[in-house]
């Protein structure tokens, strides 16, 4: 299930499709369950929906796990469907959408789970495509996207499924745009076999901050630098459990949340200073 709060609704997807929901007292009251056409002229409701991104237009992306994106226009009150269309060189690459992310440039980047990364340029309604060469190591690692991000110098960063993070060589540009290349991480990066991280941050002092199923990972800029960050309650080791989302409250605060959520107060000072740090 993924929740996104918008003005004052709250989308809410399931693996049996898309709602909109009011809060009702402490409860989710269902206002609608949407139905969508697809490119096809296929009417659809019990989707699986895997993302929702609110875009800087107010446009919301809706990625699904069979029928691509679905963009819901709220003026119009309407669904676009961008769907996989083998036949198309200028779609999308697969079906399955697990990621966004809007970009400076108001480019859109989308993470597959098939068919690598996908950018939109809002301008032109073209998709172009980023897979995985096996015979190039500076392509992406994988095609299986978990999260992606672009950080505060404009370098793409990328983390995949088999446990991958890979960084774009030099910040992303009109001139190389058609033609990125990627430094790939993983062996910078303590985290155990078997895991991935499915969210990338960055915060306000330039942090980039990854969490896994088990694992918090802090890259420096300052220093270079990546660490694995252990987490204390009460004199007690904790364990965020499945980070699925790490953000900022305000300037001295960071949220991690999984199955526990963990407020961390002015972490930098300890991750900088300490070989091993304990939040």
Do not use: H
């Amino acid at each position: 299930t993924t929740i996104t709060k918008i003005n004052n609704i709250f989308w809410v997807g399931t693996a049996n499709g898309l709602y909109k929901t009011i809060l009702d007292g402490e409860q989710l009251r269902i206002i609608e369950k949407m139905e969508m056409t697809t490119w096809d002229n296929r009417l659809v409701s019990d989707l699986t929906i895997l993302s929702i991104f609110e875009d800087k237009e107010g446009d919301i992306w809706i990625g699904s796990g069979d029928e691509g994106i679905f963009k819901y226009n709220p003026d119009k009150n309407s669904f676009e469907n961008y769907g996989f269309d083998p036949k198309n060189e200028n779609g999308i690459s697969s079906s399955r959408i697990n990621c966004f992310f809007q970009d400076n440039f108001n480019v859109l980047w989308i993470g597959t789970a098939q068919g690598g990364v996908n950018k939109l340029d809002m301008s032109q309604k073209q998709f172009i495509s980023y897979s995985n060469n096996p015979y190039d190591t500076k392509s992406i690692a994988s095609n299986l996207i978990m999260d992606i991000l672009e950080d505060k110098q404009g370098k793409l960063w990328i983390s995949s499924y088999d446990g991958e993070v890979c960084r774009s060589t030099e910040p992303v540009n009109d001139k190389n745009i058609g033609n990125l290349q990627f430094k790939r991480l993983k062996n910078q990066i303590s985290l155990p076999q078997q895991e991935f991280f499915s969210s990338i941050f960055q915060d306000s002092r330039g942090f980039i901050w990854m969490g896994s199923e088990r694992s918090i990972v802090v890259y420096n800029p300052i220093l270079n630098q990546f660490k694995k960050v252990e987490l204390e309650n009460n004199g007690q080791v904790a364990n965020v459990s499945k980070c699925r989302m790490i953000g900022q409250v305000d300037s001295n605060t960071i949220l991690l949340g999984g199955e526990n959520i963990f407020l961390i107060q002015n972490p930098w000072t300890v991750i900088q200073n300490q070989k091993n740090p304990v939040l």
